[in-house]
């Protein structure tokens, strides 16, 4: 059963981040997230958990949003 939420392009964009030596930031795309119906939350899917560093959402860029789907 495939969910309305997703078969559209996401809101937002899951990454993780990570702090190496010397400040450099190293970002992966784990997965994304949808606007519930209702406009009063979103659905997240993550494709990886990570057991470090952090999670930000963020819009998807352009070539991104047209790609559509999860990570």
């Not at 969910?3 to 030596?21: D, F, G, H, M, N």
């Not at 450099?24 to 057991?51: C, E, F, N």
């Amino acid at each position: 059963m495939t969910k309305k939420s997703e078969t559209k392009a996401p809101a937002l964009i899951a990454w993780q981040v990570r702090e190496a030596k010397g400040g450099k930031a190293y970002w992966t795309r784990i997965g994304a997230a949808w606007p519930h119906q209702s406009g009063d939350g979103h659905t997240l899917q993550l494709d990886l958990y990570p057991l470090d560093g952090r999670i930000v959402l963020l819009p998807p860029k352009a070539d991104e949003a047209a790609e559509g789907g999860a990570a």
